[in-house]
């Protein structure tokens, strides 16, 4: 079967709050998701007491962005990020074999008896494995977060262990917000960093300060889109052929 | 073989009914394949776990019991039942019957209909109550066997865990009731559970390999040993060392997992061999253990009735001597 999914661009927000500076998260996420980047939130609970609110901003963001949203603790975080990525990868292929399905005969997988949708289903398995994925991990880094941020860089470095064994290409960039010196987010961890102590970068994990999420997305969305055009230029040909194959 | 040795232990547990809260079916609906219009009628909801719920059913068809694995995700669905399908003719994994899917609230639902299990699953088990040492490896020595089977057909287990192993007791065995973890050997790890997976404990990869396995399996084993739940996010491997050396088990044992836990590629064969002989060991222990309880106690009764016998003598002769 011919597919015209060669990447899963993946955003993953990781938040203990709702948003307090600049613009709507939601808004931002729904440009992301016109750019066939998905947006997935976790949303971390404190284990005592939580507002209701917060909640809400978790789930619409991950709705706008056409993601998942997930609600943890701070101990499971990294389990959850593990299949929150694995989850948003088989989804975006199964929703892009979905459509062209539509296009072709007019039904999607659910409007076929199960025997018949197994070779599909066992297809798109096959391939979330294979796939190339390029992953934004977005971390809250704001006040709130001080006594959390030794067990999410854990889970980082954890996801960072089981991508890595999955058979398709994996581009991973750790991003904060807000950032350093007041600016809204920094990039922690960069695609093209081929540093092998990503533990000594994430170290630069700061907590401070408010939530502006929505300039967060905006600027990950930018830092994405630019790395892949980069890298399109780069070994366009070699993607195009490896697609054909 | 080890089989029969553990039954007596837990024949006489109840089944309990689970709380119903979030049900998402109730004895009142019936449920209509959509693809092959056969009825079900749901009894009591058995569990849940990932993005599944598993619930108890009647076939309206043939009146039989079934569980039935209901889930909004329609690829984990088709992966395990094509994996149930090929484990088929393996005993310790759970017979699949059926996949269809069903309408509820317009929303749609994919489910298998798999063997129903009476029993209660390990965890549960050793909640209740305490499982002694040699049944402990009498149960991991079947794991054992059956793993080297499953890995044989080219596939890891990758989620194993006490609540996946059930206490059949219809066939008096144990058996495997969940393959979501199911992944081909050499692929990654797709679904894992902290407490039983080596990369939380920082003691290997998260790659699907034989001693992927291997490891889970020491971890049940511990679990097993310890009783108490571990968490890889409150211990640490050296933690877990520790807890072990403290218990009242055989230094073989002692010494076998925790070298295992240094070790980075586990091998199943060894593991396999060193358990049976552990087996013996442990087995003459309790042995030997119950026979000192037992002398205690006869030892106890004899000093108690020569005492007895004295006092007697002596109130006799003091008695004697006053007239």
Redesign the interface.
């Given at each position: 079967m011919e597919n015209n999914i060669t990447m899963v661009k993946q955003i993953i927000v990781v938040t203990d709050g709702e948003s307090n500076l600049g613009g709507d998260p939601v808004a931002a996420a729904k440009r992301a998701h016109s750019k066939d980047i998905t947006i997935s939130t976790i949303g971390i609970l404190n284990s005592n007491c939580q507002k209701e609110k917060p909640f809400e901003e978790v789930a619409n963001i991950a709705k706008a962005g056409g993601g998942y949203y997930e609600y943890t603790y701070i101990?499971?975080l990294?389990?959850t990020l593990?299949?929150l990525s694995?989850k948003t990868v088989?989804n975006t292929i199964?929703e892009a074999v979905n459509k062209q399905l539509k296009e072709l005969i007019g039904n999607d997988?659910?409007q076929m008896?199960?025997?018949s949708?197994?070779k599909i289903?066992?297809y798109?398995?096959e391939y979330s494995?294979d796939v190339a994925v390029c992953c934004c991990v977005l971390l809250d880094c704001s006040g709130s977060m001080t006594n959390k941020i030794h067990?999410a860089r854990n889970s980082i470095l954890?996801l960072m262990?089981?991508?890595k064994?999955?058979?398709g290409k994996l581009f991973l960039a750790i991003l904060a917000y807000p950032g350093v010196r007041g600016t809204d987010s920094s990039i922690l961890f960069d695609f093209e960093d081929n540093t092998v102590d990503i533990e000594r970068s994430l170290y630069q994990m700061k907590p401070n300060g408010g939530t502006p999420t929505a300039a967060a997305i905006d600027f990950t969305v930018d830092y994405m889109a630019s790395f892949i055009a980069k890298m399109r230029n780069n070994m366009g040909e070699t993607l195009e052929l490896e697609a054909t194959v | 073989m080890a089989g029969i040795l553990f039954v007596p232990a837990f024949v006489n547990l109840k089944n309990e009914v689970m709380p119903v809260e979030n049900c998402l079916l109730t004895q009142q609906t019936t449920i209509t394949g959509k693809?092959k219009n056969k009825k079900y009628k749901p009894l009591k909801k058995l569990g849940s776990g990932?993005t599944a719920k598993v619930y108890l059913v009647r076939s309206m068809e043939d009146n039989k019991q079934y569980a039935m694995k209901v889930s909004q995700d329609?690829?984990s669905i088709?992966?395990e039942?094509?994996l149930l399908k090929k484990f088929h003719f393996i005993d310790f994994v759970v017979n699949v019957f059926d996949?269809?899917?069903f309408v509820i609230e317009n929303n749609?639902k994919?489910f298998l209909l798999i063997e129903y299990i009476p029993g209660v699953n390990l965890k549960d088990y050793l909640l209740k109550s305490p499982i002694t040492i040699d049944i402990a490896l009498g149960i991991i020595m079947i794991i054992l066997e059956e793993l080297e089977n499953i890995h044989g057909l080219g596939y890891v287990l990758g989620d194993l865990k006490l609540e996946n192993i059930m206490l059949d007791n219809n066939h008096k065995k144990i058996r495997l009731i969940d393959l979501g973890g199911v992944v081909e050997i050499n692929?990654?790890?797709?679904?894992?559970?902290?407490a039983y997976d080596r990369?939380?404990w920082r003691c290997g990869?998260?790659?699907?390999e034989a001693s992927y396995d291997v490891f889970s399996v020491l971890m049940m084993l511990t679990r097993l040993i310890i009783g108490a739940k571990i968490?890889p996010?409150k211990d640490n491997i050296n933690s877990i060392i520790l807890k072990i050396k403290n218990k009242d088990i055989s230094h073989e044992l002692k010494e076998l997992l925790i070298t295992s836990y240094r070790e980075k590629n586990l091998n199943l064969k060894y593991i396999k061999e060193k358990i049976k002989e552990i087996y013996n060991i442990e087995k003459n222990r309790v042995r030997i253990e119950k026979e000192k309880k037992k002398n205690k106690v006869i030892n106890l009764a004899f000093l108690a009735s020569s005492v007895f016998l004295l006092s007697t003598f002596f109130l006799i002769t003091i008695l004697m001597l006053v007239k």
């Open positions: 101990e499971d990294s389990q593990h299949s694995y088989s199964q997988i659910n008896p199960p025997e949708r197994s289903l066992n798109i398995d494995d067990s954890d262990d089981s991508l064994n999955r058979r | 693809w990932g329609t690829l088709n992966r039942y094509q996949i269809d899917d749609l994919h692929g990654a790890i797709k679904e894992y559970t902290p990369g939380a990869e998260r790659k699907a968490d996010n």
